[in-house]
Each structure stands twice: as structure tokens, then as C-alpha cells.
């Protein structure tokens, strides 16, 4: 018997054009809504007591959706879902907590929504207590807490008894390090007495290493349903492309760009970032040889002309850059209206991220003498690892073993 | 609607220790704590008594005690502090526990039970102080003070049954939020609680029997003042409006508990 199946679910949220039509609906009229958002459609799937399931999906595929349809706090439109047995969240942690309150009341309390009986809860108090270790601050209100205590013993609370399914979303950060490692090791201890574990996160380490089962969610339907490597892989790609495929060119308009200076003598107009294939890109693969153009617009005569371009990580730390004076590549007393196009090659051996192009036109090797333009965060682009081992780092570079056993 | 009251019943515990909690952390951090419940309606009775009292006190007729004034304003402000506490608390309640609804399952009837448990607790200490004032007062009770049990059970229907409708709407119609608070301060002044139903001209009396909250203020002052029997007759009309809007309400929460989670 499994103990989760989600059987054709679906699940619109749906706009009236008078909130009145809403009511008659629930009087019996039968009233069309204006708008009808589906952001799941046709969801199937059964899952047997003990798995570990990854759930993946961009930002709006609707695993928020899903998961509450299975906590039972929304209802599906359409289909059915069957629980045999408590679901259990880890969503927001500590939700609810009244800060005038001491720890112990609102342990109290918190586990009464979950729907224990005052005898339970005295039962399982002195495992909660000791499970959050904040010692005497468990008698004092939570509003003297610091917001790692509260999260412990919100934390402790959640997981005082032990469901059938257990839903983690994403941040399993919960206080330092050494709870974190506590909190992991209650939730494979679950995991070993027969809890489901719904894991709902983008870190492909930690689904890997909890989960033997990833379900992919694109558009609010299940696209893929296997193993956790193969679907991470095959979502890399799906980003790739998708992403890819709607990307546009970087406008420029006039100086009107995102953090821009200078005095405009020269403007670049346009950036876009090629992969190797030759196609417009927003996503990369590491190590992927990639092509920036830059199309500079000169608006008066000018002594001397100098692109500068660099690549920053998202803490806007510069990864790499250099200038057309350093190139050798100076261009001398371009005119008025003259147009240029300057193309840069590299190849993308940075680190799993997302990555900004700064650019500046300057008139000699740096922006002290004469700063045309200065553009941070021009263009944006993110590389993700499509072939290449596992590594850590902001950069890429091949990293060979040789093992010899003496 | 059997479901209904059976998780209710598992959730008991809930429902108390939130009652409870309520009313901790409201005084939690004030000198007087509890007596603030008490300080607020009294200065309410003593502002009216001492602005009004010598305006109206010639008119109440039938008792002749010196205070009779304070005493038919407090016997009409205990039902219509209930009625408006229930109301307004309603009114706002799924917006306020949106979040909680949004991220925890749990049967959602605990949060009308809970307001409905707050207010019934805040209306007996009332009531304990006011009788406590009124033997101060010099005013004698007798065994007619006991019709204020199912007196006081069909104010929370009635305002239970008008405030989870409006609190169901109000989720999706977010004016009416604005509106009842209006339209309860313009309600309170059209039923006879700061003045005697004498002052009214006769040809306008009768249309005061339209009002449920007249007959209910009325058996409050025929229980509370003049020791007396309430009128039963009008009671039923209203005991019977009340279960009709209680039925409507209930029946409403089960068909848009479904849709507030998504609009929340």
C-alpha cells in the first residue's frame, strides 16, 4: 500500500471579475471566473513508505503548491490526494510563536496545532526540551530569544514525533553548525525508522545524498520522476536551454543603464553574450568558450578610444578583466558617429554562479584620465557544470590525479 | 458539519491553550494585568454616566435607586460589548491567521471556537466586576440573574453566526473590514443602551422590534434592572435569526475555506 498518492492533481487559482460571483459559486450558481491560473496540471505519482523524494524545479513550477496541497492547508481544484498516515512540515519554523510567551508554552501550544493531546505533549516536553538545548531559557519568554534559539526549539517541536511523511523545504539551516548536524542526523534517524522524506531544495549535494528519488516539476507538471543524478542533469540542461532560447539582446538606451557614469563621448549600445555554439546565451557550461560583443556608438571626436571588460562573480569580486590599451589595440581619433564592434573571446573556466560583465570605455589604459562610459553589471550570465566533475571554487581548472601505490 | 465538531473535539487542547494564552500575553508585562479588562468598559460606563446621568436619570422609570442610570448603562453595555467584541474579532480573524492557515494544516473551525472562548471569558469577568459594583451600588439580584445564561448564548450566536460571514467575506472583499466597524458604532447608538427606549418618539417605537440587539438589550435591562422576566416572545425571533445565520455562516466556511487559503 503506498502511503502517499497523488492522484491527477491539478490546481488553479482563479480571479473573478466580481468577488460576488465567487459567493454565488458556493451558493450553487454556477458564475465563470475571469481568469483561471493553472500552476499544477495533471500531478501523478505514488510514493512507498520509506523513500526519500528530491522535488525540483525553477522558481514557479509549483512545488510550493504541491507541497501544501500534500500538508492539506490548499485544496486541488481537481484529483485527489490520499495520506495514510500524518504529513509533517519543516517550512517556517518557529510560525506562530507568541513572544510573550516562555519556550515551554509555546512548545505547548505549537504542538497543539499539530493536533496532540495535552498528555502527549507532557510526554514528549522533556525530549523537546532536550533536543533544542537552550537551557534555562526554556522557562523564559521567547521574545528574549536569539533567533537561532527560536529556531531550535521551533525545530525540536516539529520534530518531536515522529510522521509518515516529512516535508523539509529548502533552508535545513537551522542555527550553527553543530545544530545543523543535529537537526540532519533527526531526519535520517526518521528517515531509517520508515519516514517518507519530500525534499524540496536546489542544492544537488544535499538531494543526492538524502534522496533516492527526484521528481521534476516544469510549468506545474511532472516532466521527469527517477533517479536524483539523472534528473539534476537533465534540469541543468532544461535551464540551459530554456533560458537560452528567451534570452535577448542587452539594450542599451542612451546612458539610462544600470550603474552608469561617465561622459558619454562614446556609448556601448549593446552587449550580447555568444556560446560556443554561436548562439545568443544566458547560460553557460564551465569551461565553455564564450564570445562577448559590444557595439560602441562614438558621439564626438575623440583623441583615442579603449574598451575595458572584466567578468565579476555575484559578490562583485572581479574575476578576470583587461582593456584594448593593454592589448595593444588602442584605437586612434575615432570620429564622430562612428560605430564598433568589439568582440572578446574567452573561455568560461569559472566556477558554478552566476557571473556580471562590467565594461567601460575609457581614452588611455585606465579611467583616471578620461571615463566615457562605466557600466557595472551590463550583462548577466550564469555558467552551470553540464560536463565536467564535481569541483568547488570560483574557477575552473583540470585538476589531474595520479595515484601510485609504493 | 459531524466532522466539523469531531476535530474540534480532538483539538480541544488547542482551543484552551490558545484561549489561555490569549488572555497571558495581552496583560503579560502590565502592572494591573487583568484589571485592564475590567478599567476599560467601567471608564466607559463612568464617562456616559457622569455625561448623561443628569440628562436621563429623571427619565428611567420604574426603580428608584440613585444609581439606576450606571446600572442600565452596564446592564446594556455587558450584551453589546459581547455582541461587538465577537463581531469585530471575526471580522478580521482569517486575515489575521492567514499566514498560519497558509502553512499549517489544522482544522480551521478552532479559530472561530477560540475567538468565541476569548470573548465569553472577557464577558464573565465583566460580569463578575459589574456585579461586584452593582451590590456596591445598593442594588439587590435575585434568581431571575440566571436568565442571563441562555441570554448570553444566543448574543454569541447571533454575533458569532453575523461575524464569521462577514470575516469570510472580508477575506475576499476586503471593504467590509472598513465598513462594520462604522456600521456597529452606528448600531450600538440605534439600539437603546446609553438611552431608555422612552426617550424615542411613540411613532417611531415600534420600528425599534426590526433590531435583534434591542430585544437582547431589553431582556439584559428586564434581567439586570428591574429583576424581572424577559419578554420571551421577542427573544424567539431572535434565537431563531440567530440559528439561521449561524447555519448560513457555517455552511459558507465550508464552502470558502477551501478558496480563503488561496486568496490569503
Known amino acids: 500500500m503506498s502511503l502517499l498518492n497523488v492522484k ?10 466580481s468577488e460576488w460571483k465567487r459567493f454565488a459559486n458556493w451558493f450553487g450558481l454556477s458564475a465563470k471566473p475571469n481568469e483561471e491560473n493553472w500552476v499544477l496540471r495533471h500531478i501523478n505519482f505514488d510514493i512507498q513508505p520509506g523513500e526519500a523524494i528530491g522535488i525540483i524545479g525553477q522558481n514557479g513550477a509549483g512545488k510550493s503548491t504541491l507541497l501544501k496541497i500534500i500538508t492539506g492547508t490548499l485544496q486541488p481544484s481537481e484529483g485527489a490526494i490520499q495520506v495514510n498516515g500524518r504529513v509533517a512540515a519543516i517550512l517556517e519554523l518557529g510560525m506562530g510563536f507568541n513572544p510573550e510567551l516562555t519556550g515551554r508554552q509555546n512548545v505547548f501550544h505549537a504542538a497543539g496545532l499539530m493536533g496532540f493531546s495535552a498528555e502527549q505533549i507532557h510526554q514528549a516536553m522533556s525530549d523537546i526540551e532536550a533536543f533544542a538545548e537552550v537551557g534555562k531559557y526554556f522557562d523564559e519568554p521567547v521574545r528574549t530569544y536569539s533567533s537561532g534559539m527560536q529556531m531550535r526549539v521551533a525545530f525540536a517541536v ?24 543535529k537537526s540532519f542526523n533527526r531526519i535520517r534517524e526518521f528517515q531509517e525508522q520508515g519516514t517518507t522524506l519530500l525534499i524540496v531544495s536546489h542544492d544537488r549535494s544535499a538531494i543526492q545524498s538524502l534522496c533516492d528519488r527526484a521528481i521534476l516539476l516544469e510549468k506545474g507538471k511532472v516532466i521527469k520522476d527517477g533517479n536524483p543524478e539523472e534528473i539534476f542533469d537533465f534540469y541543468n540542461a532544461i535551464i540551459a536551454e530554456k533560458e537560452n532560447s528567451t534570452v535577448e539582446v542587452t539594450k542599451l538606451e542612451g546612458g539610462k543603464t544600470k550603474t552608469a557614469s561617465g561622459t558619454g563621448e562614446a556609448k556601448v549600445e549593446e552587449i550580447v553574450v555568444y556560446n560556443s555554439k554561436g548562439e545568443i546565451a544566458e547560460t553557460v557550461g564551465v569551461g565553455e568558450q564564450i564570445e562577448l560583443q559590444f557595439v560602441v556608438r562614438v558621439y564626438e571626436d575623440i583623441k583615442s578610444l579603449v574598451l575595458g571588460c572584466g567578468i565579476k562573480d555575484r559578490l562583485g569580486q572581479m574575476m578576470f578583466g583587461t582593456n584594448t590599451f593593454h592589448t595593444k589595440q ?23 554562479g552566476s557571473y556580471s560583465v562590467h565594461v567601460s570605455l575609457v581614452e588611455e589604459q585606465s579611467h583616471i584620465e578620461k571615463n566615457f562610459q562605466w557600466l557595472d553589471r551590463a550583462a548577466m550570465f550564469s555558467v552551470i557544470n553540464l560536463d565536467k566533475y564535481k569541483f568547488v571554487g570560483t574557477a575552473w581548472n583540470e585538476m589531474n590525479f595520479k595515484i601510485e601505490k609504493k | 458539519m459531524f466532522n466539523m465538531f469531531k476535530s474540534l473535539w480532538l483539538y480541544r487542547y488547542f482551543v484552551l491553550s490558545s484561549i489561555r494564552n490569549e488572555l497571558v500575553s495581552r496583560f503579560a508585562r502590565s502592572k494591573l494585568g487583568g484589571l485592564w479588562m475590567i478599567i476599560q468598559p467601567l471608564s466607559q460606563v463612568l464617562i456616559y454616566a457622569l455625561i448623561l446621568s443628569n440628562i436621563l436619570a429623571a427619565k428611567l422609570p420604574g426603580i428608584d435607586n440613585k444609581y439606576a442610570y450606571a446600572i442600565y448603562l452596564m446592564a446594556g453595555l455587558l450584551a453589546w460589548n459581547l455582541f461587538s467584541e465577537i463581531i469585530s474579532r471575526s471580522l478580521t480573524l482569517f486575515i489575521e491567521q492567514g499566514n498560519i492557515m497558509k502553512k499549517m494544516s489544522f482544522p480551521r473551525i478552532t479559530l472561530p471556537t477560540i475567538v468565541v472562548g476569548s470573548c465569553g471569558l472577557n464577558n464573565i469577568l465583566l460580569f463578575i466586576s459589574m456585579m461586584g459594583i452593582f451590590l456596591l451600588l445598593g442594588h439587590q439580584f435575585s434568581f431571575v440573574t440566571f436568565w442571563l445564561i441562555p441570554l448570553t448564548f444566543i448574543v454569541i450566536m447571533l454575533a458569532l453566526g453575523i461575524g464569521l460571514i462577514l470575516g469570510i467575506m472580508n477575506v475576499f472583499i476586503r471593504d ?9 458604532q452606528i448600531w450600538f447608538w440605534f439600539t437603546p443602551i446609553v438611552y431608555p427606549e422612552s426617550i424615542i418618539p411613540e411613532s417611531y ?14 431582556a439584559y435591562h428586564q434581567v439586570l434592572v428591574y429583576n424581572q422576566m424577559p419578554d420571551i416572545n421577542g427573544l424567539i425571533s431572535v434565537f431563531f435569526i440567530a440559528c439561521v445565520l449561524v447555519l448560513v455562516s457555517l455552511f459558507l466556511f465550508r464552502r470558502a475555506s477551501a478558496e480563503m487559503v488561496d486568496v490569503l
Open chain 1, 8 to 17: 491527477n492533481v491539478s490546481k488553479a487559482f482563479r480571479t473573478y471579475s
Open chain 1, 158 to 181: 516539529a520534530t518531536a514525533y515522529r510522521p509518515e511523511i516529512l516535508i523539509v523545504d529548502e533552508a535545513l539551516s537551522v542555527g550553527d553548525a553543530y545544530f545543523q548536524h
Open chain 1, 330 to 352: 588602442l584605437l586612434h581619433h575615432p570620429k564622430s558617429d562612428d560605430l564598433f564592434i568589439f568582440t572578446v573571446s574567452f573561455a568560461a573556466n569559472l566556477g558554478v
Open chain 2, 176 to 184: 467590509i473590514g472598513q465598513a462594520i466597524p462604522i456600521i456597529l
Open chain 2, 205 to 218: 417605537r415600534h420600528l425599534l422590534a426590526l433590531n435583534p440587539m434591542y430585544h437582547i438589550t431589553n
